[in-house]
């Protein structure tokens, strides 16, 4: 029943500062089904997460991935939260193989948050893009 808890009452539904240094957004989409999901993730100088949001516009189970997400990044290192898997997602809300794309989308998310918080870690890689 996993997936009803967290579809009607979503964990950590809102949003972080996306300009702050300690930020990371991420946004992806599938155009398969429309749904589109928003991750963000606070790090703390430690590299540890403290904080997850999400907004998510989709279907139940897409909801449900990137709420269930949000808790699990919590408290983990950026290098620990990298390694949350689509399946394993997909195995704790006993997800549908119809509906495994949701699982999918919540792992992307949490990659792209990472990778959107590891570019401003690093200024100088910015400068120069910003140059190019």
């Known amino acids: 029943r996993q997936v009803v808890d967290h579809y009607e009452n979503p964990r950590n539904v809102g949003s972080l500062d996306r300009n702050a240094k300690n930020v990371g957004t991420g946004l992806v989409g599938a155009p398969a089904c429309g749904d589109v999901m928003k991750l963000q993730v606070e790090v703390d100088e430690n590299g540890k997460i403290v904080d997850a ?13 990137s709420s269930l997400a949000t808790e699990w990044v919590k408290g983990k290192t950026v ?29 992307d ?6 990778a959107d918080y590891k570019l401003k870690q690093d200024p100088n890689k910015e400068e120069s893009e910003k140059k190019a």
């Open 53 to 65: 949001r999400f907004k998510t516009f989709g279907c139940g189970s897409a909801i449900a991935s």
């Open 79 to 107: 290098d620990e939260a990298l390694k949350i898997k689509n399946t394993d997602i997909a195995k704790e809300l006993c997800l549908p193989p119809v509906k495994l794309h949701c699982s999918m989308l919540a792992e």
């Open 109 to 114: 998310a949490i990659k792209a948050a990472l």
